[in-house]
């Protein structure tokens, strides 16, 4: 889920100040300062200004393997995160082998059926896909879901992430009867994981959007998401324009363009110009406004129904 560009401005501006407390205070290579020079790249990345973050992970990771060694849960999370930048700049020649040697160091120090390994696993895939290696790609996911899916379970959210993973592998490549079979599953394990009492709005909101927009058409099922999407907004006292534009989708998908008219003007007045996800916002506020104009039309051209006539009495 992207933050608004406000937000990762403020963030920013605190991590600038930490940082250069630290290097002052505790050194450039201290294990605390590493971790904050290590976040900060990440929120150049969110920025775009992936030239910096790159420079930033590298010396990262050069201190961490220095200091810590290769086995280390920081010094893995510092190969994944350069390997993003490097996935970012569509250097995939650049990320593949950092990120075949994460997968590797992750088994070691995290555990094979660790989620931040099977995270790792799941781009490496990409990657080869990229690469020109689906075969390669096939049994990366295919493993990482199966890891996932006994380490963590079917319905929880990153083994939801996995399973989208691997359907979207299967689209790509023309395969579907393999995308039928796992979105159907998928379908239901949305609902089962946003169905629990103590579901997070994040867990919501992805299944209110996955539930409109999921393929084949004949899953989707609006009425459950504008439900869902109703109750992530609601634990965010709508506060959350993300989430509000997930709710207008689901009330237009439900046949409502005129509230999801009214919701996703509030999410647009609450998103800065900047902010990446805005330009969407407004592609999916233009869609609703034609759905809205569709559904007058019709009306207009419905005949009027003939008052009924007085029955007389006997």
Same mark, same amino acid.
């Given at each position: 889920?992207a933050h608004s560009a406000g937000r990762v401005d403020e963030a920013e501006g605190l991590f600038e100040e930490v940082l250069l407390r630290q290097d002052r205070g505790l050194g450039k290579?201290?294990?605390?300062?590493?971790?904050?020079?290590?976040?900060?790249?990440?929120?150049?990345?969110?920025?775009?200004?992936?030239?910096?973050?790159?420079?930033?992970?590298?010396?990262?990771? +050069?201190?961490?393997?220095?200091r810590l060694g290769a086995d280390h849960s920081d010094t893995f999370g510092a190969m994944v995160n350069l390997a993003m930048i490097y996935r970012s700049q569509r250097r995939n020649d650049?990320?593949?082998?950092? @990120?075949?040697?994460?997968?590797?160091?992750?088994?070691?120090?995290?555990?094979?059926?660790?989620?931040?390994?099977?995270?790792?696993?799941?781009?490496?895939?990409?990657?080869?896909?990229?690469?020109?290696?689906?075969?390669?790609?096939?049994?990366?996911?295919?493993?990482?879901?199966?890891? @996932?899916?006994?380490?963590?379970?079917?319905?929880?959210?990153?083994?939801?992430?996995?399973?989208?993973?691997?359907?979207?592998?299967?689209?790509?490549?023309? $395969?579907?009867? +393999?995308?039928?079979?796992?979105?159907?599953?998928?379908?239901?394990?949305?609902? $089962?994981?946003?169905?629990?009492?103590?579901?997070?709005?994040?867990?919501?909101?992805?299944?209110?959007?996955?539930?409109?927009?999921?393929?084949?058409?004949?899953?989707?099922?609006?009425?459950?998401?504008?439900?869902?999407?109703?109750? %992530?907004?609601?634990?965010?006292?709508?506060?959350?324009?993300?989430?509000?534009?997930?709710?207008?989708?689901?009330?237009?998908?439900?046949?409502?363009?005129?509230?999801?008219?009214?919701?996703?003007?509030?999410? @647009?007045?609450?998103?800065?110009?900047?902010?990446?996800?805005?330009?969407?916002?407004?592609?999916? @506020? %233009?869609?609703?406004?034609?759905?809205?104009?569709?559904?007058?039309?019709?009306?207009?051209?419905?005949?009027?129904?003939?008052?009924?006539?007085?029955?007389?009495?006997?």
């Amino acid at each position: 889920m992207a933050h608004s560009a406000g937000r990762v401005d403020e963030a920013e501006g605190l991590f600038e100040e930490v940082l250069l407390r630290q290097d002052r205070g505790l050194g450039k290579d201290h294990v605390e300062t590493l971790t904050t020079r290590n976040n900060l790249a990440m929120i150049y990345r969110a920025q775009g200004r992936l030239p910096e973050a790159q420079r930033m992970l590298e010396e990262v990771l +050069e201190a961490r393997r220095q200091r810590l060694g290769a086995d280390h849960s920081d010094t893995f999370g510092a190969m994944v995160n350069l390997a993003m930048i490097y996935r970012s700049q569509r250097r995939n020649d650049k990320a593949e082998p950092l @990120l075949e040697e994460a997968v590797e160091v992750g088994g070691r120090v995290l555990g094979e059926g660790h989620p931040h390994v099977q995270i790792a696993a799941g781009s490496l895939a990409e990657v080869y896909e990229a690469l020109g290696k689906p075969q390669e790609a096939e049994v990366l996911l295919r493993r990482a879901l199966e890891m @996932l899916e006994r380490s963590l379970g079917p319905s929880h959210p990153t083994t939801l992430g996995g399973r989208s993973d691997l359907m979207e592998f299967y689209r790509r490549a023309g $395969r579907v009867e +393999e995308v039928s079979r796992l979105a159907g599953e998928h379908v239901r394990m949305l609902k $089962r994981a946003a169905e629990l009492p103590d579901a997070t709005a994040d867990t919501l909101n992805t299944a209110a959007y996955e539930l409109v927009t999921i393929e084949p058409a004949s899953l989707r099922d609006p009425a459950a998401a504008v439900g869902f999407a109703r109750r %992530a907004c609601a634990m965010t006292q709508d506060g959350e324009p993300y989430y509000l534009d997930t709710l207008a989708c689901a009330l237009a998908a439900l046949g409502d363009p005129t509230a999801a008219i009214e919701v996703q003007r509030r999410a @647009l007045a609450m998103t800065p110009e900047q902010d990446p996800g805005r330009p969407e916002m407004l592609a999916h @506020l %233009a869609q609703f406004e034609a759905a809205l104009a569709e559904q007058d039309k019709n009306l207009e051209g419905q005949p009027a129904s003939k008052p009924a006539e007085a029955v007389q009495g006997q």
